[in-house]
């Protein structure tokens, strides 16, 4: 995100929101955790369901694994964010969440935190994700792809979905 100049994305990064009003996930220079920039968006006190896609990645090994730093202040259980893949092979393609069994992939640190209240209309109600506040600022997170995505072009997503109050 550091090659671009604030607010813009890099190119092949898709912001979309699947549920919600603007603002989209852009690039800011507020808080990143290595300078100039972070990928940002904020935490509405409405339905919002705010989506953020990588370009395509080829996958060559069983083994493979996505670190990156994570910094997020949501409110506790009730709003959340995820990190989801699509691969051709799993689920015709639809993003679904790292986890998931047909992924096959799993967190090795800074994983999800919390399960999002199944009230209040939240996207991703039901579901672990990240929530409240990550301890001390940014968080190392590092995932294992799964041996389910090896030998296919994938997409990750981060996305990050709130409920019908606080903000």
């Excluded at 997409?155 to 019908?164: G, Q």
Aim: proline share 6%; glycine share 10%.
């Amino acid at each position: 995100f550091d090659g671009v100049t604030a607010p813009a994305l890099p190119a092949g990064w898709v912001a979309a929101n699947a549920a919600g009003a603007a603002p989209l996930w852009v690039t800011s220079t507020t808080t990143p955790d290595t300078a100039p920039n972070d990928a940002f968006i904020d935490d509405p006190a409405t339905v919002s369901d705010k989506l953020l896609d990588t370009p395509g990645i080829s996958i060559s090994s069983a083994t493979a694994q996505v670190s990156f730093r994570n910094n997020y202040q949501l409110e506790s259980t009730f709003d959340g964010g995820v990190l989801e893949v699509s691969s051709p092979n799993i689920n015709a393609g639809a993003f679904t969440d790292i986890t998931n069994a047909a992924v096959g992939g799993s967190f090795v640190t800074g994983g999800y935190n919390a399960t999002i209240s199944t009230a209040f209309m939240s996207p991703i109600a039901g579901r672990m994700a990240w929530s409240g506040t990550s301890a001390g600022g940014y968080i190392n997170s590092v995932a294992n792809l799964g041996p389910n995505v090896a030998g296919q072009t994938i997409k990750l997503r981060f996305r990050m979905a709130s409920d019908n109050s606080v903000a």
